[in-house]
């Protein structure tokens, strides 16, 4: 097994004291080292959020794209090069928010790569306004009455948009939150972990000690990761319980297990630029 | 009275659903087998079923720069098409018609015309093969030979097993059959072709090929018209050349999987018309400050918003330009034939890499859909430039956006040992640490622009220059870009035929050359002032309303083009629209200087000054 300090980025993370994002980050971190995978096979891509950060705190290449495009992005990358883990970070209002219409249809895709959610539920680096997963009622910058939308159910989008690794964690809990994304990377399609991150300066509702009252890891219910409407009923309990854990894994063929173009096993960016089959090409246009 | 001709044009008109494309594909392949250049374009509406379809084929024994004007024979596949366009049946052409589907009367017809019409239930016994027997009679009438066709059915067919191919068959053999018995030879014939069986093909297709050629190994885009054909073909493509074509839920995806493709190492692209490149706009941005290859292949429609789906313009020059927020290094290039569709396809892909920014191919659905010959592009000798790469981490580390003198950096993919980076959208040092947040830097965010925009002087060196086509020293220079190449060359050609005498002047004052530009960004203004100094009077030709490519040159050299035809009726130029609007200017006005039109003395801006001029005969046709 690798170290974790291996894992380290050369740049000191610039989050807010005491916010959530630090745990996520220090559970990547070991999750990587205890899978023992070299900084430089890592590509680590996110989009615009406090939590898409991310990528420059850690040492692994990074991508630090555009808000709510990072699924796309390291789509397009873990097709070009297999040979790659591909982590994908960001916020709520990223994922869920922006770029929702993204984590739809990669969920249904399964490439195979892993994408981690600091969900916080608020925008934190435009200062406080309400996400995707604000709940209801909830007072926000922009919401100062309260929210008049319900909040959207991440885990439920994911079951039912196809996603075949869903599990949630809680930065409160940095060893299940590790062993939640090392089972994330090692599972072989499209991974789904929502973490529970609070925002210390925005979000005065969802804190620490509001989801420590809450949350319940489903293991510790003999939960069964492999039923797929316990998963959906699990994915809907909110309010004096919350579960967190794997909440849905199935094995389901990856994108690339299925596409033509990377039936060799050798990835597309170390195929040759040179061809020689063009005169084949030109003789169907005659 | 037969007259043997250069060239001869068959239009087919029906409804969409009819298979007139198809009709008129097969068509269009008999011609270039058998040795003749053929340019068709189809005329089409987007629905699926009923509206009006008209494919226009034109077909010579010189090379045919256009679709033509004019018309000799016509298969009308329906009632309507017979109505619109039986009287532009030139004198000794002739119309063929399904007898079950409706009666043609002969009224108005122009002199010599036959009206044949094919009993299809009683000679064939289906409906389905009426297009097949009336391509038989058609065949037969005009004097080719029906091996072409009859070769291309057993292709076609081929999979579908003998019985289908068979039917067809016959069904053409009746329809040349029932032509060689009940019809007179069509009195409009063209010239023996040269036996050569040319490669026939559209602008889509040669865009892809060059690319392919170029080793695109990754494809990313949402259905659009008229760029689809470009997905459909390298779709084609993809199982045989091992290139991954994937269709995205949006443009948005399309443009940022290729960044993501093009940042681990692959070649790149997406294709779309102008609504989803409005959608790629902040990716092409992403590309230009994460310095990612990306090719992006932009078929223009008319617009604006949805527009004209299936109509041609070329009015998103600006949208091209423009695209994204802030300042970036990017290429435009604008091919202008079948070939250069093919060496832009090329090009892109190494200007991409060995500049580590996106590079945009303008097209326009007169370029990607028509269906022309072309005598070969070269498939032997295709240059391959990726610009500086490093393998590992040299004794002094790694930086992945070093200032360098050319301002681009080697690059190092991920999956390099000792060289990793993060690839930031947010302003960065020459290690990729992001300095917009917290470590504000004025300096360095100087220095890492400069770095960037010094790109565009090594690409700008790399483009081919600006050329005029045609006699120097002309009376009238027709200025245009892109897809309009042809039908200038073919007006240039045409007015310089009929107008040169012997004593050097012309009947109608003057002879015509063509600078036609097909770069548009870097824009290579010192070329194009040079050259443009030396014009005596200029017209620029645009299928857009505001004249883009006039601002566009206006702006870089300082100079104004005098005259103009813009067109934005969503049909391409006709050659006569082109043709009577330099003759008018050639005859009327006084011959001034390109440079000294800077200043208008109608106190309008130059490009804006009308002139007098008829009307050509479409309603659409703006002149200035």
Redesign the interface.
Known sequence: MAQVKEYIG??KP?WCPGCGDFGVLNSLQRAIAELDI????V???SG?GCSS?L??FI????????HG?S???????????T??TVIVTGGDGDGYGIGV??F??TCRRNINMTYIVMDNQVYGLTTGQASPTTEKDVRTKSTPDGTIEIALSPIALALSCGATYVARGFSGENLHLAQLMKGAIEHKGFAVVDVFSPCVTYNKHNTYPWFRERVYKLEDERHDPSDFRLAMEKAFEWGARIPIGLFYKVDRPTYEDE????R?GKP??K?????D??????ED?? | MTQTLTELTVWIGGAAGDGIASAGESFAKAC??SGYHVFAYNSYQSVIRGGHVCMHIRIGTHKVYTQGDELDYLIALNQDTYQRYAKRVMPGGAIFYNTDKFQAKPDGLAKNVQLIGLPVMELAGNQLMQNTALMGALIQVIGLDPAATLELIKERFAKKGEAVIKVNADAFDKGTEFAKTKCKPGEIRVGQGDGR?????GGN?MVG?GM????C??Y?AYPMTPASSLLHWLVK??????????Q???E???V?????????????ATGTSGGGFALMT??IG?AGM?ETPVVIVEVQRGGPSTGLPTKTEQADLFQLLGASQGEFPRAILAPRTLQECYTAGIQAMNLAEKYQCPVLISSDLYLAERLETFD??D?NH?P?E?GPMVAQAGSNGYRRFLDTPTGVSPRA??????????????EHDE????IS??FTNPPMRAKMMSKRMRKMDGILKELPAPQIDGPRNADLTLVGWGSTYQVLLEAMETLNKEGFSAGGGSAFGGNVNVLCLQVIWPFPAEAVTKLLVGCKMTMSVEANYTGQIVKLIRMETGLSIQHHLRKFDGEPFELKQVVDQARTILKTKPKESVVASVVSDEGLPPDFSPIESPATGSEAVRQH
């Open positions: 050369k740049i610039d070299a900084p430089h096979n590509l680590v891509v615009i950060n990528p420059g040492n692994a290449y990074g991508f630090h794209g555009l495009r699924l796309p992005v390291a789509s397009g990358a873990k097709l070009g090069n040979d790659l219409g993204h739809v249809h596409e033509p173009a990377l060799s597309l960016a195929q040759p630029l040179v061809r089959d063009l005169a084949a090409i030109m246009f005659i | 270039s087998r069986r040319r490669p026939l093909a297709p090929f392919v050629a170029a080793g190994r990754f990313s493509y993809g199982a045989k050349t091992g290139l991954l074509v994937k995205c839920e949006d948005i995806s399309a940022n999987m290729a960044i993501g493709a093009g940042h681990v190492g692959v070649r790149a902040e990716a992403e994460t070969g592009v498939i295709i391959i990726r993919l991920p999956g390099t040992a000792g060289t990793i980076y993060t690839a930031a959208t947010d290690d990729g640490v992001v947040d917290v």
